[in-house]
């Protein structure tokens, strides 16, 4: 079956320059994550959607930092204004259900953003 | 401050050698989920675990979690190429709040 997809899979884009980032979720699952994972770094969270509950921005590290998720399945990332401190990979998640203790959380292959 | 300490960083081992590696903390986690990723590829969960002592095998891999639920590790044995990837820690903590992941280790393994 089809997995997380995510799109672009690079891009480059010059400091000041807003970008999009899509997410398309597997079929059916009801929570979607955004991480970005630094050079040397963790998974950074950013943001969580879950059903049609508030999602939680907690993550963002900036107001230059937006998502939304459309009619409960596809998302997009949006970074404003971009810093070269924003390059990084840019990775989407699904779940079936929104326990983010315990469930299964599926990768896209993420977007390796690079602001020059 | 980093809630999940990984080590090693990296690591470089020879095809059929056991290796350990290990995921800290001085937080509880109410689960610890261990995931592998390849260059270019998302993360992959691996196992979950949610009680303290628990032990989980996956082939050649064993996983535990403490007894206090701060930390946990990953011992591979006989390990083999396909072996190679990064092995990344994640905790789970009530409240649904966000997973927290470590910074991996990086599993380099020699034919």
């Known amino acids: 079956g089809a997995g997380v997809s995510q799109s672009p899979s690079n891009k480059v884009t010059e400091k000041g320059k807003d970008v999009e980032l899509r997410c398309d979720p597997i079929s059916g699952h009801t929570a979607l994550y955004w991480y970005r994972q630094s050079l040397g770094q963790g998974l950074e969270f950013l943001i969580y959607f879950q059903g049609n509950s508030a999602p939680d921005k907690s993550g963002l590290p900036s107001d230059r930092f937006s998502a939304e998720r459309t009619g409960g399945s596809v998302s997009t990332l949006t970074i404003q204004r971009t810093q070269q401190e924003d390059s990084a990979v840019y990775l989407c998640a699904s779940s079936l259900a929104g326990d983010r203790v315990i469930d299964t959380q599926y990768f896209g292959p993420g977007t390796r953003l690079t602001v020059l | 401050t980093q809630l999940l300490e990984q080590s090693p960083q990296f690591l470089s081992i020879q095809e059929g050698e056991n290796l350990t590696v290990y995921c800290n903390s001085s937080?509880?986690?109410?689960?610890l989920q261990w995931y592998r990723q390849e260059p270019g590829e998302g993360p992959v969960l691996l196992v979950t675990v949610v009680t303290g002592g628990e032990v989980k095998k996956l082939k050649r891999l064993t996983f535990q979690f403490g007894d206090a639920r701060k930390d946990s590790s990953l011992h591979i044995t006989a390990a083999q190429t396909g072996d190679t990837g990064l092995y990344l820690c994640a905790g789970g903590r009530p409240g649904n709040t966000p997973l927290v992941f470590g910074k991996g280790t990086r599993l380099s393994v020699i034919a």
């Open positions: 937080s509880v986690f109410s689960s």
